[in-house]
């Protein structure tokens, strides 16, 4: 009887927090509906102000969690300064956003509501941009939002495979550029050099090792999940891949040179590189892989 007490007065305890998690999201949606989406809008054009899809991904690489990034927001709305602006491309082509006066209770409420959540990639905006900055012959700032507008928005069924070279014989179908692709190819190259170091063909090993150091490059829709789900363990991750290139360049460099026992070495820190690496951020990135 006393267990089912507990059990039935925790439930309560979990309704209750859900009810009031509903509510606060309920009214900071509001407040942001009423006093920033005139700006935020990202159907506009021109724009008048970032879209929020990219504000919160912003925010959130910046950040730790959830009530860092809350008071990060509250501390540049309530007060915006450049200083204290995370987005400077926006201040510089859009101007500073103006202090609306808010209160601040108010403003961490819809920053909140923002970092929760689950803004639309802002199609329009980056299609409207690319046009624009084309037709001004700023190609460089046309191939971004050209770029993010085909990696988040293309509607195309015949996207292309991921392709390796033809002495690397594969069976992956995943899309070009996604993360279980690269990590698939990866795990081959892997096995390959442990495979030719148990047959002592350096040539082989060479090869294989050269496929891991040069892996085929994220897309941005990639990135941009990757960025969304490390946040500020991004720098973290991107060296650890770093550590990864350069044992394996070492290795395809000793392979090359004939010499096993440096080969050897290095792949053995290279397991430990790749294994501490996935240690640290699989559990932040398991959904990318699927």
Same mark, same amino acid.
């Given at each position: 009887?006393?267990?089912?007490?507990?059990?039935?007065?925790?439930?309560?305890?979990?309704?209750?927090?859900?009810?009031?998690? &509903?509510?606060?999201?309920?009214? @900071?949606?509001?407040?942001?509906?009423?006093?920033?989406?005139?700006?935020?809008?990202?159907?506009? #054009?021109?724009?008048?102000?970032?879209?929020?899809? @990219?504000?919160?991904?912003?925010?959130?690489?910046?950040?730790?969690?959830?009530?860092?990034?809350?008071?990060?927001? *509250?501390?540049?709305?309530?007060?915006?300064?450049?200083?204290?602006?995370?987005?400077?491309?926006?201040?510089?082509?859009?101007?500073?956003?103006?202090?609306?006066?808010? #209160? #601040?209770? &108010?403003?961490?409420?819809?920053?909140?509501?923002?970092?929760? /959540?689950?803004?639309?990639?802002?199609?329009?905006?980056?299609? !409207?941009?690319? =046009?624009?900055?084309?037709?001004?012959?700023?190609?460089?700032?046309?191939?971004?939002?050209?770029?993010?507008?085909?990696?988040?928005?293309? *509607?195309?069924?015949?996207?292309?495979?991921?392709? !390796?070279?033809?002495?690397?014989?594969?069976?992956?179908?995943?899309?070009?550029?996604?993360?279980?692709?690269?990590?698939?190819?990866? @795990?081959?190259?892997?096995?390959?050099? &442990?495979?030719?170091?148990?047959?002592?063909?350096?040539?082989?090993?060479?090869?294989?090792?050269?496929?891991?150091?040069?892996?085929?490059?994220?897309?941005?829709?990639?990135?941009?999940?990757?960025?969304?789900?490390?946040?500020? #363990?991004?720098?973290?991750?991107?060296?650890? =891949? @770093?550590?990864?290139?350069?044992?394996?360049? =070492?290795? /395809?460099?000793?392979?090359?040179?004939?010499?096993?026992? *440096?080969?050897?070495?290095?792949?053995?820190?290279?397991?430990?590189?790749?294994?501490?690496?996935?240690?640290?951020?699989?559990?932040?990135?398991?959904?990318?892989?699927?």
């Amino acid at each position: 009887m006393k267990k089912i007490l507990i059990l039935a007065v925790a439930s309560v305890a979990m309704v209750s927090q859900a009810q009031a998690a &509903d509510k606060s999201f309920a009214e @900071g949606k509001k407040l942001f509906q009423e006093n920033c989406l005139v700006c935020h809008n990202a159907e506009l #054009e021109p724009a008048q102000a970032p879209p929020m899809f @990219g504000v919160q991904m912003k925010y959130k690489m910046a950040t730790k969690d959830k009530t860092s990034f809350v008071n990060k927001v *509250t501390s540049f709305a309530t007060h915006p300064t450049k200083e204290k602006a995370l987005l400077k491309m926006p201040v510089k082509v859009l101007g500073l956003m103006p202090d609306m006066g808010f #209160e #601040e209770a &108010d403003v961490r409420k819809i920053a909140a509501y923002i970092h929760d /959540e689950e803004f639309s990639p802002p199609c329009n905006h980056w299609k !409207h941009a690319a =046009d624009r900055f084309k037709a001004e012959g700023k190609m460089k700032l046309y191939k971004k939002h050209q770029q993010k507008y085909d990696a988040m928005c293309s *509607t195309s069924t015949d996207k292309p495979k991921v392709k !390796h070279a033809g002495a690397r014989n594969t069976n992956i179908t995943a899309e070009e550029g996604s993360l279980k692709a690269i990590m698939q190819q990866l @795990g081959m190259d892997y096995a390959a050099v &442990d495979e030719a170091i148990l047959k002592e063909d350096l040539d082989a090993v060479a090869v294989a090792a050269h496929g891991i150091a040069f892996h085929d490059t994220p897309s941005l829709g990639t990135k941009m999940k990757l960025m969304g789900s490390l946040r500020s #363990e991004m720098k973290g991750f991107k060296a650890a =891949d @770093g550590k990864v290139h350069h044992l394996a360049l =070492d290795i /395809e460099k000793a392979a090359k040179a004939k010499d096993m026992k *440096t080969v050897i070495a290095k792949q053995s820190q290279m397991l430990s590189a790749c294994m501490a690496c996935h240690t640290s951020y699989r559990s932040r990135i398991i959904d990318i892989l699927k």
